[in-house]
T-cell receptor, first 111, second 115 residues
């Protein structure tokens, strides 16, 4: 059974800092990995989907990498801003395209 | 940008009552999903739906749950006899025709509170 873990569970940084969020998964037979953002009381906003054939995917200040063999993905956020404060979730698909989610990293960027 | 919409945003129901949560997926999407998130816990998969039938369901999705696409736009989740432990945020998601390699897009969720 796929297990997805995210470290750290919470992170507080000053504005402007570059930061890395980590995601690990136990079953490396995945065809993609998706990163989401969740604001309090809100739904999930898809940030990046990285295919198993890709090593990196970029969108603005966000960069996601994927290493299937080691079962890891990282989300790099450059020049963090207070508006980046949210919970970041990673998820991997399984049978029926069902997503298995990590527990998330709660990010606080202080002005 | 097209989005998934869910109604109601908050539903309060007495234990044992039936509840129907509604979703309008993105219009050209063909794969539909329901997830739930109990407060403080991970987002959990419930069911996936394609071509008018369930393609996968989790062990959470027991006989009390059902899904339906009653027309060309709505996708519903019914809980027949609600229990206290059904209290959670329920998310609907959809993805396009090539669902396997396309991202899932989520709605803002329905917060279900069972009293």
């Amino acid at each position: 059974k796929q297990e997805v873990t995210q470290i750290p569970a919470a992170l507080s940084v000053p504005e402007g800092e570059n930061l890395v969020l980590n995601c690990s998964f136990t079953d490396s037979a995945i065809y993609n990995l998706q990163w989401f953002r969740q604001d309090p009381g809100k739904g999930l906003t898809s940030l990046l989907l990285i295919q198993s054939s890709q090593r990196e995917q970029t969108s603005g200040r966000l960069n996601a990498s994927l290493d299937k063999s080691s079962g890891r993905s990282t989300l790099y956020i450059a020049a963090s801003q207070p508006g980046d404060s949210a919970t970041y979730l990673c998820a991997v698909p399984g049978a029926g395209n069902m997503l298995t989610f990590g527990g998330g990293t709660r990010l606080m960027v202080k002005p | 940008e097209p989005e998934v919409t869910q109604t109601p945003s908050h539903q309060v129901t007495q234990m044992g009552q039936e509840v129907i949560l509604r979703c309008v997926p993105i219009s050209n999407h063909l794969y539909f999903y329901w997830y739930r998130q109990i407060l403080g816990q991970k987002v959990e998969f419930l069911v996936s739906f394609y071509n008018n039938e369930i393609s996968e369901k989790s062990e959470i999705f027991d006989d009390q749950f059902s899904v339906e696409r009653p027309d060309g736009s709505n996708f519903t989740l019914k809980i027949r006899s609600t229990k206290l432990e059904d209290s959670a945020m329920y998310f609907c998601a959809s993805s396009s025709a090539t669902g396997i390699i396309q991202p899932q897009h989520f709605g803002d969720g329905t917060r279900l509170s069972i009293l």
